[in-house]
């Protein structure tokens, strides 16, 4: 009976009861939205129960329509999870080989004996759309395929396929035109078919301006507190199966724990998917760690719109943040929210206010510093009574004091560095704190 006793006490259900991790992670978000306006909806579920979802801002700013969890974002490259998983769906039935070359579908493409569809899934394959002159602007055009098709044709690879990495739109555009050369259908008309009719789905669907759907967010930019209608970008052109999608937040729920419940792909098939085979990427999914747990997920960033979805196999944790801000950082937000369920050290969000200190205390903290899992260290230096922190990750950016020991960065609000001096005033710890994370540096 004794033992009973312990194991009900040292429950996971009984543990979130005593923390209230709902109440810390509403406490947070609260802050997200009042001090940086986040406007979206955040999602968190635990052990198969959603714990957090609630959805704040306007959906649409100009009718002052909110957002709710019924809301559909475009979700930009979380698409590649679901084009990725339609291809190994063909792969299963055997209309597809993962060592097909890029030659079978479309003959004579420039190497196309040397890149096959692994190659376009985890993006080594050296095909690219940045080498095509004004592609921002004709990526407002709902292009053919074929035209995309002929550009693509004559572009330089980055590096000789499968030898390096290189995040590509491209690739996942050829794998959606391959899924419709196989089956005679749209990428995004196989999806609905094959996936979302099979799981029951109704929200999640590549997306289409001309087409009235109900809930959709507008997108927006907000710069200099300013806020803009985003610029148009067309669904049917350079976009298609790397970016077009649309979802809510419940949708992406369900998507991911039929993904990684085998609902959608054999273990077999998901065990390709989710195997990290350079730079941190499977297939349509980045893979590493966080506070030393293992991490599955993916941004997406599209005009107007910053997604997120994190899963946690091991932890049996899922985190998704869909916004109508472009600029809005979703990978930082479900950071702090992870962090919060691992009980590591979170502070909410609040406006940082430059106050004088005496310039002669920056010198205490020059030197160099190393984040946590990071090869390169750190700068702190002093230029004309200014202090200056210089990371290999953001270049040259200014320190402002907001006390004696913890300094903020006016271009990157949600980063800020904080130290503990000796009673000499000698730096004893520091610590690099993004989106309330807290990490400690050591000081080198």
């Given amino acids: 009976m004794g033992k009973l006793i312990v ?27 009042s001090v940086n306006e986040f406007t979206g909806t955040v999602l968190v579920a635990q052990r198969g129960k959603i714990i957090y979802e609630k959805a704040f801002g306007w959906a649409d700013r100009e009718w002052n329509v909110p957002n709710t969890l019924q809301t559909k974002f475009q979700i930009g490259s979380i698409t590649k999870q679901f084009t990725a998983a339609c291809i190994l769906q063909l792969v299963e039935a055997g209309k597809l080989n993962l060592d097909d070359r890029l030659s079978k579908f479309f003959p004579g493409f420039n190497k196309g004996d040397s890149v096959t569809l692994h190659m376009l899934l985890n993006h080594t394959s050296g095909i ?30 980055s590096f000789s396929p499968g030898t390096n990495f290189m995040y590509s739109n491209a690739g996942y555009f050829l794998l959606g035109y391959i899924i419709e050369k196989v089956t005679g259908k749209a990428s995004g008309d196989y999806l609905r078919t094959n996936i979302m009719q099979k799981i029951g789905l109704k929200n999640t669907f590549a997306n289409r301006w001309d087409t009235i759907v109900s809930y ?56 390709k998917m989710t195997t990290n085979y350079k730079s941190n990427y499977g297939y349509g999914l980045g893979i590493d760690t966080f506070q030393h747990h293992h991490r599955v997920g993916h941004i997406g960033v599209f005009n107007g719109f910053a997604s997120c979805l994190n899963y946690y196999p091991a932890d049996s944790i899922t985190a998704i943040v869909l916004s109508n801000e472009r600029n809005t950082n979703t990978w930082r937000i479900l950071d702090a929210l992870t962090a919060i369920l691992f009980d ?21 903290y020059t030197g160099l510093y190393l984040q946590n899992g990071s090869p390169f260290a750190d700068t702190i230096l002093v230029s004309k009574d200014r202090l200056y922190w210089h990371s290999y990750w953001y270049g040259r950016l200014e320190l402002k004091p907001e006390s004696d020991t913890s300094f ?21 710890k520091a610590f690099f704190i993004e989106a309330g994370v807290e990490y400690e540096m050591k000081i080198k």
């Fill in 7 to 33: 194991l009900f006490l040292f429950s996971p259900t009984l543990l979130l009861a005593q923390k209230n991790y709902p109440v810390l992670l509403d406490s947070y978000m609260q802050t997200q939205a």
């Fill in 128 to 157: 690219s759309f940045k080498e095509i002159p004004g592609l921002g602007r004709l990526s407002t055009v709902p292009l053919e395929k074929d035209t995309i098709l002929a550009w693509l044709n004559k572009q330089v690879y």
């Fill in 216 to 271: 959709r967010a507008k997108g927006y930019s907000k710069t200099d507190g300013k806020w803009k209608n985003a610029k148009y970008i067309a669904m049917e052109g350079v976009n298609y199966s790397a970016g077009d999608m649309i979802s809510t937040i419940e949708d992406l729920y369900y998507w991911n724990d039929a993904l990684f419940s085998n609902t959608i792909l054999s273990p077999a098939m998901l065990n």
């Fill in 344 to 364: 590591h050290p979170v502070s909410n969000i609040y406006k940082h206010t430059e106050v004088v200190i005496d310039t002669k205390l920056f010198k205490r």
């Fill in 408 to 428: 903020f960065i006016e271009e990157e609000p949600d980063i800020q560095l904080k130290f503990k001096v000796d009673k000499k005033g000698r730096v004893i």
